[in-house]
Each structure stands twice: as C-alpha cells, then as structure tokens.
C-alpha cells in the first residue's frame, strides 16, 4: 500500500521528521504512538501535503507513485484520507455541497461517472445515520458550530463516503467521550478490509481496544524507535515511553 | 484550528491564493461599428445639440440646462479611500452612436447586423425567437438604445418598456412628470452632470395593477473611446403593481479610462412593487490598475405606502465605483432591502452601499452588504440608515461582511446610523474573514483543487445575496465572481 | 476667525510661557490660530456643532478658589474609595484639599527637572503627530504651564489610585481652563487613574474645560483608567485621552460622559508593540438638551494585539448623543482580535442618537466584529412588570438602569460603581431602593 523510506520533514527550517521509515500492506492497521511533540502529527500532515511541512529526504510510495511529487488534492483523489485532528469551520459552504464536490472529483479521478444528486443524497443520508448525526447535518456549513464529537463523526462520515485506500486518523479519539469513541470505531472496522490500510495515530491506548491494529510503533524525536504487536501498547500504557527515550530499542 | 505540533504552521503566508493566474476579461473586446461622435468638450451647445439630435421638447432642454449650470456652481466630491485622476470633462465626447442607427431602426431587421453580433457575444441575443425566454430586453449601445424586444407582448399587458429618448415623445406627461422627482438635478455633482448630458436609457411604466408578465432588463455597452456614458433610467410602478428589472453592464478594454455616470430614479405608488437586480461587469482596469471605468452612479427610490423596493446588485467591474442604491421609503409600511455583493481585485476600487431614510410609520428595511477585497484592491461599505422622527415603530437589520483574500487588500465599513424616533430599532452588525490556509487544505485534502475550494467559499459567503437574484442571473453572478477572482486565486 | 479663537489667543498673550516647552507652544498656537472654526461638514465634527462655543467668549483669568472648604469636600470625596487625591480648581492645584500623597506623585511642569523636562518635552511633540489631531488638542499645546506628569518607575506599582479631581466653580464672566496630564509607566508599572471632571454648582459653572491626556503604558504594564465626565449642564468640555501600548500592555478603562452642554470625549489607542490588548467600557446618559459625543480610534498597527471596546448610551429628552466608534487595522497587524459594541435606548421622540462604528482594515488574517443597535426598550420585559403592578414609568426607568448597570457592574474598583449607582438612578427620576451598605453581603 505505501511504503515510506527515510522521510525527513521540517517545520520553519526545525526538523520534525528525521529518518522515518514504515511500510504498509494492504489491509492492515498500523497504529503510530508517541510522546508528545514526536512528530505523530506531522506525519500525517506530511503524507497529505499540507504547505508549510518541508520534506528535506526521503521518499513515499503509495500504489506504486511517489506520493510526496503529487499535490494535495491530487494524493486525495489517488486514495489517501486524513481525517484531522481538529477540523476546521468553513462557514456558508454546505456539508452537503462539499461532500458532493469532493467525491465528483475523486470519481472523475477514476473514471468513473459523477452520481446523479438523488443518488448522492441518498448515499450521503445512509452514511449521515451510520455515523449518528443528525440529516441537518447535511446542510449545516461545513464543521460550522459542530461540537468536537461531532467533527470527528463528520471527518468519519466523510471517509466513509469517499472510500479511500489508505486512511491517516490524526489523533481522532482525543477529546471524545466513550460513546463517541464506538461510534467512530464501530466505523472504521466496518470499513476494514483486505483492500484498505490504516494508521491510526493516538495518544491513548484505548482507542486501540476498540480498533485492534496489528501493528504498533512508537516514534520518538522523529523516527520510529520501536514497533511490535497490539500488545506493545499495552505495555507503553504502563510504562510510558521514557525507556525508550535513548533509541535502545 | 491549527495543528498541535506547529502552533505556528498558521503564520505561514499562503502563496496558493497570492499565485496570480493571468485570465483576459471575457467582454472586453471592441466592436468596429462606424460610429456618429461629438468631439469632445462641454458647453450649452453640446447640451442643444445632444437635445436637439434627439428632437427633444423645449421643456426638456430648458431642463437640462439648468441642470448645466448647476453643475458648473458644484465642485467634484472628495471621498476618502478613493484615489484616482480626476476626469477632464472637457476631453470627454458627451454624444456617440453607432452611424447605422442615424435615421432609426424601425425594427430588429433593419437594425445594423455587426450591433446584433456585438450583443449576441455578449450573450444576449435580441432576436425575440433567440432572446431569453421571458426577459424583455432593451440594449443601450454608447449613447443610445439599440433594440427593446417583446415590446408587443409588453404592450397588451399595458405595460410600457422603452428608450427614455422615445418616452419623451409618446410619454411626455409621465417623463415630465417623474424625470428628476427622485434624484432631483442638483443632487450630486454626477448627477447634476447626468440632467444636463444624459444621452439614452430605458423607461418604464407599469399601470395600475398589473404584474407586469415578464422580467425587464437593459444591457448597457460602452464601445467608442473617449466617451461617456450617461444614461438615465426611470421606471415607475403605478398603485398595486409588480415589476422586476435587471441591468447588465460591459465595456471594451481600453487603457484609458472612461466615464459612467448614471442615474436611475425609481418610483413605487402605493401597493406597488419593484425589484432591481444589476450584474455590473464594466472592464475593470488591468492587473497594473491601467484603464476601466469610472462608474459614479446615483440610483434611488421613493417607496409610498406599502411599497417594497428591493435592490440586488452583483459588482464585479469597474476601476473605481462610486454608487449608494437609496431607498426613501416614504409611505406607512413601505419596505426597502438591499443586496449587496461587491468584488474588487488588482488595483479596483468600491465605495458602495446604501441609504435607507425611514420617514413613514412601521417602515422597514434590510440591508444585507458582502464585500470581497483580492489583490491591491479596496473595498469599502459606506451606508446610512436614518430614522425621521415620524419613522414610528420602524426597524432596520444591517449585515455587512467582508472576505479579504490576500495581504495587500482593504476591507472598510462607514455604517452611519441616525435614529431620532425611540421605537424606531436598527441593528447593525459586521464581521471580517479570510480564506484560510486550513480551510484550503482541508478542501484539497478531500480532492477538491484550490480553485474550486475559494470559488465555494465565495459562494457560499454571497449566497444569501445571490438568494434573491432572478435564476438565471444568479447563476451567471457565480460565475462572473469565479472569473473575476482568477487574477488573485492560484 | 472665531470669536473663541480670537480671545483665546488674546489669552495666550498674557501667559507666561515656559521657556524649555516654547516649541511645542508656538507651534500648537500658530497650528490653532490656522485652523478654520469647524462646521458640521468636518467629519470629525458633523453631528457635533461648535457654533454656539465658537460665537463665544471665555476669559483666561481663572478665579480664585473658593473659601469654604467643607463644601468642597462633599464634592471632591467617593465614598469608602481608598484612593490618593489630587485636587484641581478652575485649572489649579489646590495644595490643601490634595493629599500629600498625590503632590509627591505628580510633578507640575514648571517644577520638572532637567531628566522630567526632556521626557515630557519628548511626549508633548510626539503627542503632536498623533492621528485625529485637533484644533484644541493644538489650543492645550498653546497653554501647557499647569500641566502635571506622572511617572511610574519599572516595577513599581501605585499601591491606591491616583484620583485627580478637576472641579470648576463658575463665575459671572465664563472662563476656559486648558489641563494637560502626561502619564509615564515603566516596564511592569502598574496603577489606576482616576480622572473625574466635576462642577461645584449646578447652576453656576458656565467654564470650558479643555482637557488632554496621554499616557505611555510600557512594555508589560498596566493602566487602569476611570475617566468621569460629570460635570453641570452649562458647562462644555472637550477632552482627549490618547494611549500608547508597548509590547504586552494592557488598557482596561471605563469612560462616563453624563452630559452637558457640550460633553466632547476623542480617544485614540494605539498599539505600537505585539501583545497588548485594550479592555474599554462607556456609558452616556445625556438628558436635556445636552450632548455628548465619543470619538473612539483604536490604531492596531502590529500583529497579535486586541481591543475589546464596549458603549452603551441612553438618551433622554431633547438630548443627542454622538458615537463614532472606529478600528483601524494597519496592513502589518496580522492575528488582530477587535471587537466593538454600541447599544443605544431613546427614550423619548425629541432624543437623537448617530453612531458610526467604523472598521478599516488592510490585513487579512484578522478577526474583526462589530455591532451597533439603537432600540426601544423590550416591550415583553416592561408589560412584565408592569402586569406586577409596577406603572409604565417606572418599568421604563428599571429597564433603563438595568441597561447600563451590566457595565458598572463590572467595574473593577466598587467603590466607583457604589458611588455612581445612585448619581445615574436619580439621572432617571429614581431613587435607589436599596444601598450599598445594605446589600453588599449579597
């Protein structure tokens, strides 16, 4: 699926990234953990192309195409979905007309037709109640007035509708209570399969008892100092990651 | 919202929406029609000769020389945060028409054909069979009116749709009677010069009653160089009445910049209702502020009892523009809105907005102003809502909002708000926004490219204005916004 | 020439001048000597009418100080306010009503040392280039001698408030009283000032007062400011505060114009330095036919300041108020947050309200709101009251009080909103039920 060797990344000439590399099969679920300020953020930003994070090294690959070559929008229509940390209010632009124009640009990328709006409504209604809003949400403006639950089941809902390949969940369970957490959960497992990867970057373990990864790694000062199974999470819970801090592992 | 890593990753300046796209303005080219000029210069022989071309009554050029020499008591207005030069109006033409239409176009058919392709590149064919269905047009090319479709169909109704210059002659007791009841001469330096020199524009008359069965509109095109364009408009709606109306405006591109100075006065009686809708697209000037048009406007209405007068306009052109859509609203109950969206990029200039003069018990009036500024543009809302002390139980709601688009541009508001009468209510309130770098990425991370995520976010900071455009035309605002916006969105 | 120049001028002859401040005097006399009496097609002054001052004269020659010193006091003293006194009559420092505390914090011009003189000397000319200058702001600069400073030294806080009380008596012939305060904080200086410009008689003070205060508040300092404009119904006054903010300063002030004949109040906040952010709150009442105006200009011209500024007027009788309220955010002010709100209530169908709450703004990165709504009372509210028997007229007065009460509410020294809760109740016909004393538990 994508295949990241060496990434170097700065913010404002300070380096964030400093030789990063992961390597991601389709179907799997990589979860990205860390102290903070280890750069978890930035990665996920790097990956979707977002001004202002440099790349210095390294390279990318996703399905064959080098990703960090291509713009935004155009690493967006190849399959790649961060879902934000902190979505951002764009207000007087309905959900539902952004929602439509990005899934006919991501549909005009593959060739394939743009849905008709009966079918988009009726597509975009479905994924509104899977995700437990409203149907005002559709025309509400863009994460205008949402409450922080709220942004997080929209950035899902949209995920959802667009279908991507490989899908960035940026710190998507901080600030959610428990029950918005399964709901976010419930449907990023419903969306897995052997086709679609994720990395689930978080600062708590918890999450990862509702979204069973079966990879975890640890970045730390911008590389990933160790990796391991679900169960190296549990132990990050208990220890924290000062012993990690050297790089010993 | 920004990032927890880089707190600072929104300080970055965003040089996606600074890159500059070069796009040529779509109706900016020049028509070669062989054209009857006035050289230029402004004496009372100019004004005899413009009267008399027109075979005017001598009230009418008795009138417009005491609009002359008003003008000449009265010194060009100062605005603050307008600069520009000044116009020599004495190296201005004050009368130009297309030679063809010298002795008059009894019908489309003998109207000179090169005009007919000038407007059908506009988009706006004046075959009726071709004509946009249920719009009436009548096309003002320089000078002078061109063609006014559907007139037959017009007239069954009652309803009269036509040059003012014909008006004049078929139509004295109403022209003499409403001409200048409004905008009185001596209102402003503009339109004391407008009395004396107006050339052309259309008239309107829809009796008592009636809706009248289609929408109205005049397309206005400025051709020759070297000159002004004064046309006056006057529509009045008798008791009970329903009108909507809409003007279009273009003009070559040239270097130099030209001279519109209209006037339009607007009467509804009591019952009556009309609605005025402008898309004004004027060659704005290029990407170095060289050229387009000066467009010094004075529109206004008188609202009788219960009348509603609604103004909408959508001004993307124009180098400098210097216009205020009034509302006197007169009568008990009388309502008057205002719709605004105002764009200005490279180096345009807008001082625009509204008056509402509340003098009638329970009137009413909404003002609604959305200014977007890219470029090294400035963008201004000056508006002035007044409560006479008769203004018993009136109510006004001001929304002003600005989009600045860039770092270079300006974004200004000059609300007055007088009231004298304690019921009287006004609220006014007025925000200021960017496009953000985070709301551009968000959209690009969803594949939506950049251009397309501003013109949504445009839109949909305008939609409450283009909510009450005509359907067709709200479609073309979009789109005229979308273009006007190329020269500033990367 | 106006017939309040030419005397004014006449004035300025007989004064002696100080010697080290003679630039910035003769270049305010010639600047005010030059300007053409304003008529209402001067922005600055449309709504607010200088005919009636400029057809007038006043004297130069302050009288002397009333004798009775009891009935001074009453006049001059806040109750339960802890705070140090400098007492102003007609334009002079009265040594015995001032306390000893307020004399060795503030220097007069004339005693300023050689370090004083140049400091001030320094700010006067500043002072000059500052936006929104006018004729009497160049008519303070023509007759500095009784001005006073007031420095406050890097680190050090004033531990009471300076409370500096200009009180005019009156006369048969109407006198002018030009007063100048420069205020200097240092790094991390911290104090509270009280200006309050008072009347001795109702009646008998037909003075004009024209007063100018700037104040520089340094990097990381804070200045509180009660700037109190209750002076009699004849008398007129025109007042400017201008302040500057260095990096991280911050301005919290509440600005009282209870009205006059003419009650003129400009202000200009400029910050100059990142961080600093301006809290101001206002409120007018004018009643009669008197008038009052707020010209507010809040200059943001670096990034990552703030102003919050809100007004509230109530406008009773024949009275005019005037609100011009505006914001200028300068091309380099990124991340600027300004708000600005102005609420008015006419109370009757001769009141008159204009307010012009004006932003300009050359960045784009910027969050600006403003508001301004003029409104007649909430009818829902008073048929509420009056359904529990209490008469229109009273409702009327509740509801006005309550109006701008939310502000005194909010004012960080009580003894002030204590003091003047019951001089607005009784501006709207009513006593208040309950004192301070009695409810201060609550």
């Given at each position: 699926m994508i295949s990241i060797k060496n990434l170097h990344a700065s913010v404002e000439d300070k380096p964030i990234l400093k030789g990063l590399n992961l390597d991601i099969k389709p179907g799997e679920v990589h979860a990205i953990m860390g102290p903070n300020g280890a750069g978890k953020s930035t990665l996920g930003n790097v990956l979707a192309g977002r001004e202002g994070y440099e790349v210095t090294d390294g390279s990318a690959v996703m399905n064959g195409k080098e990703l960090l070559e291509l713009e935004t929008e155009e690493r967006a229509r190849e399959g790649l979905f961060l879902a934000f940390q902190y979505p951002v209010e764009i207000p007087g632009v309905s959900n539902l007309e952004f929602l439509k124009a990005s899934v006919d640009a991501v549909r005009e990328h593959q060739g394939k037709d743009a849905l008709d709006s009966v079918n988009f409504l009726k597509l975009a209604r479905e994924k509104v109640k899977a995700v437990n809003l409203d149907q005002s949400f559709l025309k509400r403006g863009v994460n205008e007035g949402f409450s922080g639950g709220e942004k997080k089941r929209n950035e899902l809902m949209q995920m959802m509708l667009l279908e991507p390949q490989l899908c960035i969940l940026d710190e998507t369970d901080s600030g959610l209570d428990i029950d918005a957490l399964q709901v976010v959960a419930n449907g990023v497992n419903a969306m897995r399969d052997e086709n679609r990867s994720f990395i689930v970057v978080t600062h708590?373990?918890?999450l990862l008892d509702y979204i069973v990864p079966d990879y975890v790694h640890v970045l730390a000062d911008g590389k990933i100092v160790k990796s391991g199974g679900k169960e190296l999470a549990l132990e990050l819970e208990e220890k924290g990651y000062g012993w990690l801090e050297n790089g010993e592992a | 919202m920004n990032d927890v890593v880089n707190p600072a990753a929104a300080d970055m300046p965003n040089q996606e929406i600074h890159q500059r796209i070069r796009k040529e303005y779509a109706a900016g080219f020049i028509s070669e029609i062989e054209s009857e000029t006035l050289p230029p210069g402004l004496n009372e022989d100019v004004i005899r000769f413009i009267s008399a071309k027109k075979g005017e009554p001598e009230w009418l050029t008795e009138w417009r020389l005491k609009a002359y020499n008003a003008w000449l008591q009265m010194e060009e207005p100062e605005w603050a945060h307008v600069e520009y030069e000044k116009p020599d109006f004495q190296a201005l033409s004050y009368y130009s028409a297309p030679k063809s239409m010298a002795d008059g176009p009894k019908s489309l058919d003998e109207v000179d054909p090169k005009l007919l392709e000038t407007y059908e590149k506009l988009g706006i064919p004046l075959h009726e069979q071709m004509a946009l269905a249920g719009v009436a047009v009548d096309a003002v090319f320089d000078s002078v009116s061109v063609a006014t479709t559907f007139r037959d169909k017009l007239e069954e109704a009652g309803v009269i749709f036509m040059p003012i210059s014909e008006a004049v002659h078929k139509h004295p007791e109403l022209v003499k009677k409403y001409l200048g009841s409004v905008v009185p001469q001596r209102d402003n330096f503009y339109s004391a010069l407008n009395s004396a020199v107006f050339s052309d524009g259309s008239f309107v008359y829809i009796p008592k009653g009636v809706r009248c069965p289609m929408e109205l509109s005049t397309y206005f095109r400025i051709n020759e160089a070297k000159t002004g364009q004064f046309e006056r408009t006057l529509i009045v709606a008798d008791e009970g009445s329903h009108v909507s109306y809409l003007e279009g405006c273009t003009a070559p591109m040239r270097d130099e910049n030209q001279l519109h100075a209209a006037v339009v006065e607007l009467v509804a009686m009591d019952d009556a209702e009309i609605k005025y809708s402008t898309v004004q697209n004027w060659y704005p000037g290029d990407e170095e502020g060289k050229g387009g048009i000066y467009n010094f406007v004075t529109k206004r209405a008188v609202a009788h009892t219960n009348a509603k007068v609604s103004w909408t306009q959508v001004e993307t052109g124009s180098a400098v523009t210097w216009k205020y859509p009034s509302c006197i609203l007169k009568g008990d109950n009388s309502v008057g809105e205002f719709y605004s969206v105002a764009l200005t990029n490279n180096f345009q200039q807008a001082d625009t907005g509204t008056k509402m003069i509340h003098l009638g018990k329970n009137t009413r009036s909404t003002i609604i102003s959305k200014g977007i500024s890219a470029g090294k543009s400035q963008n201004a809302y000056r508006g002035l809502v007044k409560m006479n002390s008769g203004a018993e139980g009136a109510r006004n709601f001001t929304q002003c909002d600005s989009l600045l688009i860039g770092d270079k541009c300006g974004a200004h508001t000059f609300p007055y708000i007088e009231s004298k009468h304690p019921s009287a209510v006004i609220e006014h309130e007025a925000t200021t926004s960017t496009v953000s770098d985070d709301q551009l990425f968000l959209c690009r991370q969803r594949g939506i490219d950049t251009e397309k995520a501003v013109s949504m976010i445009v839109n949909g900071f305008c939609k409450e204005v283009f909510k009450e455009l005509p359907m067709e035309f709200a479609v073309e605002a979009g789109k005229l916004l979308e273009i006007s916006l190329e020269g500033s969105v990367g | 020439m106006s017939v309040f120049q030419t005397q004014q001028l006449a004035a300025l002859e007989q004064a002696q001048p100080l010697n080290w401040l003679a630039d910035v005097q003769q270049a305010g006399k010639a600047a005010f000597a030059d300007t053409q009496w304003p008529t209402r097609k001067v922005e600055a002054w449309k709504y607010c009418s200088l005919k009636t001052l400029g057809d007038q004269g006043f004297d130069a020659v302050q009288p002397a100080a009333i004798a009775d010193a009891e009935q001074l006091q009453a006049h001059i003293n806040i109750q339960n306010l802890d705070a140090s006194k400098l007492v102003i009559i007609n334009g002079q420092i009265n040594l015995e009503l001032s306390d000893a505390l307020a004399l060795e914090q503030v220097t007069l011009f004339a005693d300023a040392n050689a370090d004083q003189q140049a400091i001030i000397a320094e700010r006067l000319n500043a002072a000059r280039q500052q936006p929104n200058q006018h004729l009497f702001n160049d008519l303070n600069d023509a007759a500095l001698q009784n001005g006073v400073l007031v420095q406050i030294a890097k680190n050090s806080r004033l531990d009471k408030p300076l409370h500096i009380v200009s009180l005019n008596t009156g006369a048969d012939a109407a006198y002018a009283v030009n007063s100048r305060v420069l205020v200097e904080l240092g790094t991390s200086a911290e104090m509270t000032l009280i200006e309050q410009f008072a009347s001795l008689s109702d009646d008998a003070d037909n003075s004009f007062t024209n007063n100018q205060t700037d104040v520089r508040v340094g990097d990381n300092a804070r200045f509180n400011h009660y700037r109190l404009n209750m002076m009699a119904n004849a008398a007129s006054f025109v007042g400017t505060t201008r302040i500057d903010l260095q990096r991280d300063a911050n301005y919290d002030a509440f600005h009282l114009g209870l009205g006059s004949v003419l009650t003129r109040n400009d202000m200009v906040i400029n910050h100059n330095v990142g961080g600093s952010h301006a809290e101001i709150a206002g409120i007018y009442v004018p009643q009669g036919k008197q008038l009052v105006d707020f010209h507010t200009c809040i200059e943001h011209k670096v990034a990552h300041c703030t102003s919050n500024e809100v007004f509230r007027g109530i406008i009773n009788d024949e009275a005019k108020a005037v609100f011009n309220g505006r914001i200028h955010i300068h091309q380099?002010?990124?991340?600027t947050l300004a708000e600005l709100s102005n609420k008015n209530l006419l109370l009757t169908n001769k009141a008159e309200i204009n307010t012009k709450p004006e932003l300009e703004i050359y960045a784009d990165d910027v969050q600006c709101a403003h508001g301004a709504t003029v409104a007649q009372q909430d009818e829902k509210a008073r048929f509420y009251l009056q359904s529990r028997g209490i008469s229109a007229a009273d409702a009327q007065v509740m509801l006005s009080f309550g109006f701008i009460n939310e502000l005194i509410d909010n004012l960080k020294l009580e003894a002030i909103g204590d003091w003047l809760r019951p001089v607005l109740a009784q501006r709207f016909g009513r006593e208040q039920l309950f004192s301070a004393e009695q409810t201060g538990d609550l």
């Open positions: 708590y373990q918890r | - | 380099d002010a990124q991340k």
